[in-house]
């Protein structure tokens, strides 16, 4: 069976703070994995993916994400938060199935 | 290059009225997907095509619900007749078929059923 799981459906960080959203996964077969964003009233924006290869992936905006086999996280960081930041952010996985979805994290940055 | 085109953006109707909402893939893109986003819910799968074939509808809600393509460039999602509990937002998404497989999403169909 495959998954993910989101640790935290809310997180709130001060603007200038490290961003750190978790996601684990389950997969019976080797995974992509994605981090997609979703600002209010808009569509999901594919912010990075990991395929294969390196594991320490850079999206846009300034996010990375670091695959951990050993651990199955494909946590998202940013080492700033921006108030632009603010949104729904969804870990998503490919594996033999069309993807999985995770249930969101809604980050939200306070000035 | 446009990306996935959805029309109507926002759509209010009554009871038991017939709703169709349009989509338009990315060009080359050869397989689509029909999802419905809820507070309740979240993000759900209704259906998917690979080269304009129906491959997995299991989450087509009711018999209210039918999809289709008939081309590569076109699809339709159509509820009837319409139910305030099918208000949401309806998201179109295209990809090619090879890996790594992700998706594009269009900005989405706000539905309201009154």
């Known amino acids: 069976a495959q998954s993910v799981t989101q640790l935290g459906s809310h997180v709130s960080v001060s603007e200038g703070a490290l961003v750190l959203l978790r996601c684990n996964y389950s997969?019976?077969?080797?995974?992509?994995l994605f981090w997609y964003v979703q600002y209010p009233n808009q569509g999901l924006q594919l912010l990075l993916k990991y395929t294969t290869g390196a594991t320490l992936v850079k999206g846009i905006n300034g996010f990375e994400a670091e695959f951990k086999k050993s651990e199955t996280s494909f946590h998202l960081t940013k080492p700033s938060a921006h108030m632009s930041d603010a949104a729904e952010y969804f870990c998503v996985l490919s594996g033999n199935t069309p993807l999985v979805f995770g249930k969101g994290t809604r980050l939200s940055v306070i000035a | 290059d446009a990306g996935v085109i959805q029309s109507p953006r926002h759509e209010v109707t009554e009871m038991g009225q017939e709703v169709t909402l349009r989509c338009k893939p990315i060009?080359?893109?050869?397989?689509l997907f029909w999802y419905r986003q809820t507070m309740m819910r979240g993000l759900e799968l209704l259906i998917y095509?690979?080269?304009?074939?129906?491959?997995?509808d299991s989450g087509m809600p009711e018999d209210r619900f039918s999809a289709k393509m008939p081309n590569a460039s076109f699809s339709t999602l159509k509820i009837q007749p319409s139910e305030p509990r099918d208000s949401a937002v309806y998201f179109c998404a295209s990809r090619t078929q090879g890996a790594p497989r992700e998706q594009y999403f269009g900005p989405g169909t706000r539905l309201t059923v009154t």
């Open positions: 060009s080359g893109h050869n397989s």
């Open positions: 095509f690979n080269n304009n074939v129906p491959i997995d």
């Open positions: 997969s019976s077969v080797p995974p992509y």
